[in-house]
Each structure stands twice: as structure tokens, then as C-alpha cells.
């Protein structure tokens, strides 16, 4: 087989040609891998889950002929205050009391209009029903915005800004399953809604847990991916909990929701739509006389994340209402740019999940 490298040198015109020949014995090699390898030949082989006939991610046969075992998260709920598991809640627990029916009526809004669909992936792990002990890795990505079914085993198309170029997800977790218990750590990606329209942010140091429910046949796959007919996987997560910290620039990348800034409910700060979420947290608001959103500082930091100056806690500073500089742990006035990107507030959410087919993009 021959194939041929062109490098044209436009301001001379000058065209030059290498022509290289793939050597019979690189070819055998690749015959010999297919031999021992057969994923990907349209044909369930031994040790195989599935086989569609490629060695794509994300259309329900993973690239190593294996169940894509993904979830939605179908309740998410914030929380506002601490537990034994999350210790530490700035963005819960801002929220007061006369305000926490409207976000919370705004995210649980989101999820079940399909405007907010948060996915999990389980790849590795050696029983698919969950009810072993072992350990896997636990994937997050965002599902674009549908209008369409919503429940058990339900078709959901991955978005491209959570995905590799190869359609596998760009953040993922180390987790473990023991006892019908599942455990994970690390960064997630997620979205919330706090009246306006969702965002997508991250949760850096991020733990979780969940337990595990009852396993059943996967529903809604095609018979072109030759599932073994045998296969059950757990088809729902409960008692779900999620803690982690979300960066400030997470939150300056939120508008604030237009209850705030007008209406019965606007904030006596006087924010407008040139305000970002960012900028009510640190500064607070009011109705009237009655406190809805305690003003509050950043609590955590993103270890992923450049430090500013000498580092954490940071402190930011506000002209009228808007978040415009920051200072370090010394009280030096350091980068803004650099801060938001480090600073970070946490945060807690509760959740259920159930089982989906999830789609990659076409890109």
C-alpha cells in the first residue's frame, strides 16, 4: 500500500513529493491484531459486551466492544446547609430561607424540562448490576438540551464541550462500589440554574456517593449492536450526594436571574442584567428589609488552578456592585483573571440518576 506526503511551498511554487511505502510486514502486524482483537467486526466474539461493527465511543458499544453504561441525573436538588458528608456549603448556605423555594424551583424546573441534563459514565467495572466490589471510573459530561422522553433508558446526545475529540468525556473520577455503595472522587462536570438560564461549570475536589439500585436489561438498544441478550446493568442511583467547589469565574459566567433585578423580588443593591451571579454572592441582597442572599467571600481554592499572589483564602473587593479586584491571604491586591479562575466557593447538591443511551456528537 502506498501513500503520498505533498508539501507545497506557496510563495515559491516550488512542490515537493515523498512517497513511502508501508512495509509487508507492518501489514501482517495489523492482520494479526485484528485476528486477536476482534472487536469492531460486527460479531459478539468471547469477552465481548456488544459489537456494532466499529470501534467508535458514545453510540452505545464502547471502542473495546464493551456496554457504555451511562446515567442522567434526573432530581438534583441544592442543599443549604452541612452534613457529615459535606462539611462545607458558602453557596448553600448564602441562600436564606426566603429565597431557597426559587432556586430550588428553578433547578428541579430545568432538570425536568430537559434544559439541564447532568450524565455519568461507569466504564470498568467488572459487574455491570453493581452489586460487586471493585473499582471503575466514573465520567461526567453535559447532554445537550432536549424536549424529548425523559425517562429509563432514554436517548440523550452527549454536548461537544464536554467531550474529547475521540467522544470520550473530558473529566472523569476514581470510584469504587462496595455494599451497594457507590463512592467517587474527583472533579465533575455539572450545571445548575439559579433562575436564569443553566450554565455549565465544573466542581473541582469533588466526592460523591450514591447507592445502587436493582439491575434489568438495558431498554432502547438497537439490535445492529449485538448486546449479549444476558446483560443486566443497575438501572437507577439513589440517595445520591455531591460535594465540591465551584470556581468564581463559574459564578461571574452566571447572569443574574431577572427576579433579582426587578419586580416584588429585586435585590435593594440595585443589580441589573450587567451584574453576573458572582457579583449578588459577594455583595449580598436584600428585599426590602428581609436578608435573601447573605454577602459572602470565596471559601475554597482550586488546586488545578495558577494561585494568585501568596494564595488562598482571597478576598474580593467590589465597586458599586461588581466584582472588580482581589486581594490574597497577605492582603495584597493580586490578578483578577488569575483569582476568579482559583478562588472557589463550596457547595452541595443531593441527586438520582437513571439509566440512559447516550449519543456522541456527529463532530
Known amino acids: 500500500m502506498k501513500t503520498a506526503l505533498k508539501l507545497v511551498a506557496a510563495s515559491t511554487g516550488i512542490l515537493f513529493s515523498l512517497i513511502a511505502c508501508t512495509a509487508p510486514t507492518e501489514e501482517l502486524a495489523q492482520d494479526e491484531a485484528a485476528a486477536t482483537d476482534p472487536c469492531g467486526n460486527g460479531t459478539r466474539d468471547p469477552g465481548e459486551q456488544c459489537d456494532d461493527g466499529n470501534r467508535g465511543n458514545l453510540d452505545g458499544c464502547s471502542s473495546t466492544c464493551q456496554f457504555e453504561q451511562t446515567h442522567r441525573m434526573n432530581s438534583i436538588s441544592m442543599m443549604f ?131 445502587v439500585g436493582a439491575a434489568s436489561a438495558p431498554g432502547g438498544i438497537p439490535a445492529s449492536m449485538k448486546l449479549d441478550p444476558a446483560l443486566k446493568t443497575f438501572a437507577t442511583l439513589t440517595n445520591g450526594q455531591m460535594c465540591g467547589n465551584i470556581s468564581a469565574a463559574s459564578l461571574a459566567a452566571v447572569p443574574v436571574p431577572a427576579e433579582l433585578t426587578s419586580g416584588s423580588t429585586s435585590c435593594s443593591q440595585g443589580y441589573t442584567t450587567a451584574n453576573s451571579m458572582l457579583d449578588v454572592i459577594v455583595g449580598g441582597c436584600r428585599v426590602f428589609i428581609v436578608s435573601a442572599l447573605a454577602a459572602t467571600q470565596p471559601d475554597k481554592a482550586d488546586p488545578t488552578a495558577p494561585v494568585a499572589g501568596a494564595g488562598a483564602p482571597y478576598k474580593l473587593t467590589q465597586s458599586g456592585n461588581k466584582v472588580t479586584g482581589c486581594k490574597d491571604k497577605n492582603n495584597a491586591s493580586v490578578s483578577l483573571d488569575t483569582c476568579l479562575k482559583s478562588a472557589a466557593f463550596s457547595a452541595g447538591f443531593k441527586f438520582t440518576s437513571q439509566r440512559a443511551n447516550v449519543r456522541g456528537t456527529s463532530e
Do not use: H, R
Not at 101 to 124: F, Y
Open 81 to 211: 446547609n452541612t452534613d457529615a458528608f459535606c462539611t462545607a456549603n458558602a453557596v448553600g448556605g448564602a441562600i436564606k430561607s426566603v429565597a431557597q423555594g426559587q432556586i430550588g424551583d428553578a433547578l428541579s424546573g430545568a432538570i425536568s424540562d430537559g434544559s439541564i441534563s447532568v450524565l455519568l459514565g461507569a466504564k470498568g467495572l467488572a459487574d455491570p448490576t453493581g452489586a460487586g466490589t471493585g473499582n471503575f471510573t466514573m465520567s461526567s459530561f453535559m447532554g445537550a438540551p432536549t424536549s424529548a422522553g425523559l425517562g429509563l433508558d432514554a436517548v440523550f446526545t452527549a454536548s461537544e464541550s464536554s467531550l474529547n475529540p475521540d467522544l470520550t468525556p473530558l473529566v472523569s473520577m476514581t470510584a469504587s462500589v462496595a455494599n451497594g455503595q457507590v463512592s467517587a472522587t474527583g472533579n465533575v462536570a455539572f450545571s445548575m440554574s439559579l433562575g436564569a438560564a443553566p450554565v455549565d461549570i465544573s466542581l473541582s475536589g469533588a466526592k460523591t456517593k450514591a447507592t
